[in-house]
């Protein structure tokens, strides 16, 4: 979801992707085509689209000798004849198309309302302030260090404990990622009072609780392998490749598709507690082949797979229409509005780097609605990338999507708790417009000024939230933004949000200023650091 534009000329200008799972992870089906010049955020005209699918596409853009543009996007053709048999139909995936004549700003918003209502799980709910164990502990925990953590979640404030990779295992036990996969049952030695003794703390506490999984996968250490070696996608009696440890599992199979619904299934029914899952997918596809498909069939396998993928989907959403399901995909990896309908949120990015964040969050936001970005604060230094960024500016990126928390809560020192608990009430307060206003793009990261900035304001105008962020070291100039989507005849005041002890990042903070001010003259900030950030409601009042 990294940006990337460029003019198209005469050729033919391909994406694709041939991965088959977690397909994109390193292209995306979304594209956004501008009129007579580069898109712009406020006017001109643009055109958006994204396919519904989530195995291998094609996306091609052919400029003719007529200047006319031709956009073809659908089935990765690929190794994918379909051969249908006379009265057999095939029914290609829908394509989600958009266009403006005021800039891609106003294309993003009918997007994202269009996804809240339609294309996204329970796009009506808010999203709970969540804490995942998976940056804090890795597979190193026991019930003892889940409870003491859980004591934390609840201490900042968070609504929601995700217990990650780990807990499961028999007689391969999940210690690491060489064994354990495909055995879902507890494992006693880290958990002996199982799933549902954690899960009723964290009901105790005040949390609701959620668990990891990773269905479609298995380890060849693992009793599943061992027992159904007829399940794992093969190329006949060509060794099977291993990535991070793992094999992958035939979905094109009716039996394998039982027995991922049974994993949720069983696991649902043996912990009640458990009010969210995240299911994970860590590696794609390579040496194909299905023991299932007939010899003749087996260019079948790369559409089979998703829609035996899709068939689990509605049988779980048909069973638990409550349960909220992150799709994880090693994040990033299934960011498409084939799968968002069966899920609550997308884990945007397996990068918590808040610098990063910045970039990745702003260009997934072009389509996908603000609330099913989870956006986790994580520890410093990065565990992606070894840097150490202030908690206030790594607190504020999250802020701006779905808030969350991913680190040990153990180890942050008592100023460093009172400042995420600080931030997430500053984000419940916040929370309805960010996740359920209309977004408004003021300055892009990719513009290289050093800075980046947005602000959401609720249907009715009368609410508004501005995240302003310093990227670089600004020695002589100075930030002013010009807010969007306020009501001129309004009279907002300013309140700085999360605001840093002792300073404030905004010269308006605290006063009343009309809409009409606010969107033609702007407000003056104080960042001029790398890595600064300020957070401003604007809230309407009767003059």
Known sequence: MWLKEELLTPGIKTIDSKKGVRTTHNENSCFIVSVNGPAKEDDGEVYGGALAWSGNFESSFQLDDFNMLQIRCGLNPFCSEIRLLPGESFTTPEAVVGYS????????????????RYALAHGDRYRSVALNNWEGTHWNFNEKDLREIIDKAAEIGCELFILDDG??????????????????????AKLPGGLQSIAGYAAAKGLRFGIWIEPEMVNPHSELAQEHSEWIVRSGEREIPTLRHQWILDLCNPDVQDFIFGVFDDLLSSAPGISYVKWDANRHVN?????????????RFWVDYTRGLYNVYERIRSKYPDIEIQACASGGGRVDFGSLPFHDEIWTSDNTNAIDRIFIQWGTNHFFPTMAMAAHVSAA??????????????????MSGRM?????????????IACLQDAVAAYKTIRPVVQHGDLYRLVSPYDESGWAALNYVSETKERCVLFAFSTALHTRTRLTLRLK???????YKITEQNRQKGKTGCHAEGQTLSGD???????????????????????????
């Open 404 to 416: 969350g928390i991913e680190l040990d809560p153990r180890k942050l020192a008592r100023e460093e």
């Open 381 to 398: 230094p990065n565990r992606q990338t070894g840097m150490s960024l202030p908690l206030k500016f790594r607190c504020d990126v999250a």
């Open 485 to 491: 989507g306020l009501d001129p005849a309004g009279y």
């Open 101 to 116: 004549d005021r800039g891609k700003g106003q294309l993003t918003r009918n997007f994202h309302r269009w996804a809240r």
């Open 167 to 188: 807990w499961f295992g028999g007689k391969y036990p999940r210690n690491d990622a060489t064994a354990g996969l495909g055995d879902w049952q507890v494992n006693a």
């Open 517 to 543: 001010y606010l969107m033609k003259c702007g407000v003056g900030f104080d960042l001029a650091k790398p890595f600064e950030s300020c957070v401003l409601l604007l809230e309407r009042q009767d003059r």
């Open 287 to 299: 040496n194909v082949g299905s023991t299932y498909l007939p010899a003749d069939e087996q260019s």
